[in-house]
């Protein structure tokens, strides 16, 4: 079992930058493919970005490639998503998700198997 704690969410305006982390506990994070997804209100989950155990192959959404990153410290068993250049529709609660042992999370199968409660995310315009 994994758990996932997400952080780093909160209000900023249109153009400035936060930095999300999620904390994992569990002995197969190395080992995880790990991802990002956010659900604004009124829509549906969207995948933002993914990647590998490695961290050697990483994947985003079309409308966040250039301005977000994603990136993983194994010895810390944490994976962050850095967003720059925020707007308006960006707001969202942003979820993390990791797949099971060696399950990829792609831009073809953006699907996860575990997953954190949320951290809302607003920018303001």
């Known amino acids: 079992q994994v758990q996932l704690v997400e952080s780093g969410g909160g209000l900023v305006q249109a153009g400035g930058s936060l930095r999300l982390s999620c904390a994992a506990s569990g002995r197969t994070f190395s080992t995880s493919a790990m991802g990002w997804f956010r659900q604004a209100p009124g829509k549906e989950r969207e995948f933002v970005a993914a990647?590998?155990?490695?961290?050697?192959?990483?994947y985003y959404a079309d409308s966040m490639k250039g301005r977000f990153t994603i990136s993983r410290d194994n010895a810390k068993n944490t994976v962050y998503l850095q967003m720059n250049s925020l707007k308006p529709e960006d707001t969202a609660v942003y979820y993390c998700?990791?797949?099971?042992?060696?399950?990829?999370?792609?831009?073809?199968?953006?699907?996860?198997?575990?997953w954190g409660r949320g951290t809302q995310v607003t920018v303001s315009s």
């Open positions: 998700a990791a797949g099971r042992q060696f399950r990829p999370i792609t831009l073809t199968r953006p699907e996860a198997d575990y």
């Open positions: 990647i590998s155990w490695t961290g050697a192959n990483t």
